[in-house]
Every structure is written in structure tokens, then in C-alpha cells.
């Protein structure tokens, strides 16, 4: 991990508070496959290997399960849609479909569940789409 390097990475003073660089790599292997992949972060944390190492786990264990949540919820992986800009736009649909169904709090299932509800009764697609005017 570097520190002490805003100067040397925005030396126009454009971001607000750089105080370290840190790397990664990520080790994982697959039957007899291994991968190695090396990331870098800017970072607004001090020195510090342990925190820096607890915040990048903890951005990739959110990021893994909104993954899952789309996945299981949304079959986000078993999508064909390819061309121009379809994809995109239909991840933002659903990145918006997750956020309301997440904001209905009268259900306790997750977002599978309330989604197939949604589809067979109106009253409650009503009620879910209401809670972002409310």
C-alpha cells in the first residue's frame, strides 16, 4: 500500500481526498485452472493494510450479492439480450425493479417471490409501484 501520494495522482487537485493507493490480487482456482487477477484502488483510507484489505472485501461481498439477488431473482445471467444498447437499459430495469421491490416492506420474501406476485395480482404491482411516489 502507498501513501502520501494525492501529489504524485492528482496533482491538479481534482478529487477530493486521495491518501493511498493499494493492490490486490485475487488467487482462484477452478479444477486445475489457476487465475491471478491484480486490482488497483484509489483510496481516501490511511495507511492501513488490514482496513484497506477488510474494505475491498466488503465492497466485493455487496457487489456479489446484488449479483446473486439478480441472478436467483431476475435470471440476469440466463438474459440473451446482446444488441446496441439493450443490455444496459435492461439491467438499469432491473437494478429499478430490485429497488422498489426492496422498498415493499408489507411481504416478507425476497425479491423472487414479490416479483412473481407482482405478476399475478394487480393490486400488489399497484402497491409496489406506488411506494416510489409516496
Not at 461481498?61 to 446473486?68: A, E, P, V, Y
Amino acid at each position: 500500500m502507498l501513501s502520501n501520494i494525492k501529489e504524485l495522482v492528482d496533482p491538479e487537485n481534482k478529487l477530493e481526498k486521495i491518501d493511498s493507493i493499494g493492490m490486490i490480487e485475487s488467487v482462484r482456482i477452478l479444477k486445475e485452472k489457476t487465475t491471478i487477477e491484480t486490482r488497483y484502488y484509489i483510496s481516501s483510507l490511511p495507511n492501513n493494510a488490514q482496513k484497506f484489505g477488510e474494505s475491498v472485501r466488503s465492497h466485493w461481498g455487496i457487489k456479489n450479492s446484488l449479483h446473486w439477488v439478480l441472478d436467483v431473482g431476475f435470471r440476469e445471467d440466463d438474459c440473451r439480450i446482446r444488441k446496441d444498447n439493450a443490455p444496459q437499459n435492461c439491467a438499469i430495469l432491473r437494478h429499478i425493479s430490485l429497488n422498489l421491490l426492496n422498498q415493499e416492506k408489507t411481504s416478507k420474501t425476497g425479491a423472487r417471490n414479490k416479483r412473481l406476485r407482482a405478476g399475478w395480482d394487480d393490486d400488489y404491482l399497484t402497491k409496489i409501484l406506488a411506494v416510489s411516489v409516496n
